[in-house]
């Protein structure tokens, strides 16, 4: 059992895995969309929810299935080969490589801070129109540490999610009692709270990229809504990565589920905490040209960092660092949680003749190694292209739908296998799930009708899935055929 991931390890991937950047950086922009505190900690909640549902629903699929794989395992199970496989290829090659990738530059730039010749702007090298940014050398260096790292072996990965995930967990608990009890402005609170659910017009950008007023009322708000949670949805993602692991864990018919509710209700907790800390500390309206954080406040925070602007509230211009510390922490743990778990899902693909050969075994310290220098290859290669953020707003619509997809799959399999052992059943089945998929597809069906430039290329990197599938299926039963 020493090489096994343990309740505590399992709790810490998922909170790990969640908590990365996106919490000291996404709420000035739904502040601008929602316009009104309320609607703020609205949406993180709503987030939360759906997430928190999520979480109760898949526990059941994850105890049905303790193996490596995860969703790909789920979804072969329920519907067929071809959807499993269809997930497994946009993880790969959008969703965790993508991830990995963005986080990675995300902890570069924040040490570019510290550092000056890591600064985002530093060009190490230029040709025709492309240039090698210090960013990226050291956000592929900062993947290749921590594939090396994961490579070694299982308890490698553990100390460093234990460590990293604890370090920003506690951070975080400090910027929320600090921002609150000590540091707090009861005059800046009672001035939100007095306009908590006021429905201010909110601020969308023009075509030149300037904030223009925009009148929020019945159906108008309700899309807003919809477009607020995309960020607040995006922070709380990869809460699943546990599942990929699943065969690696002690009795994971008991943990799987255990760990997916309270690790996601410890991050969804402390992400609401943390905007109630920014509205104690920041006005939340404020003016686009404001000349210092007090008066940009919540809503135009420089550069979207509002992390940085609450800690400027409260340690003055030894603010930067300060965050910049906290950011490179979080983001290192978070990029450990998805480098150690995703690998996983990949090696499962493989097993099933549905990737590269090399991928479905173990190396002699008894973790996928190929698999992780694969998947080292593709991010880093992502991190060159430059282009991960775009791919990553393409295919949050399609996450979502495979989100549903897998949900949906719960019902299915209560059809198709219902004999089948379920050591955890869902809570409050049909109604948790059921409600998971009504709020998960109407934030689809919004996204698809307001941001159809962001919906449709995510549909378009699915369906090219369609054809790689049968060309690894015919080389998998020629391969079989072979003498």
Known sequence: MKNKLTLTDAILIVSGSMIGSGIFKVSPDIARTVGGPGWLLAIWGIAGLITILGALSLGELAAMFPKAGGPYVFLKEAFSPLI????????FLVVQCGTIAAVAVAFASY??????????DHVLFSAGGWSFKSTQFLGIAVIGLLTFLNSQGLKYGKVIQRIFTFAKI????????????VFGNWDIWLANWNQFWLLQPSYVQDDSGQFVLADLSGTVLLSAIGVALVGALF???????????????????KNLPRSLFWGVLLVVSLYILANVAYLFLLPFYGNPEGNDALSRGIQFAFDNRIGTAAAFMMFGQVATLIMALLIMVSTFGCNNGIIFASARVYQ??????????????NNRNGVPGNALWIQFVWASL???SGKYGNLLDYVMFAVMLFAIVTIAGLFVLRVKQPNLPRPYRAFAYPFVPALYILLAGLFCLNLLFQKPEYTFP????????????????????AATQAP
């Open 84 to 91: 499993g496989f269809l997930y497994g290829w946009t993880v």
């Open 111 to 120: 040490f570019g801070e510290l550092v000056p010749i890591f600064h985002e």
């Open 170 to 181: 506690f951070s975080l608990i400090g910027l929320i009692v600090l921002g609150i009890f």
């Open 235 to 253: 922070s709380c993602d990869a809460w699943n990565n546990v599942t990929f692991i699943a065969g690696e864990m002690e009795h994971p018919e």
């Open 348 to 361: 499962a693909m493989a097993i099933d003749g549905l990737f590269f050969d090399r991928m479905k075994d």
């Open 382 to 384: 992502l991190c060159l």
């Open 458 to 477: 995510g549909l378009v990197i699915v369906a090219l899935g369609i054809p790689v599938y049968y060309f690894w299926k015919h080389r998998s039963a």
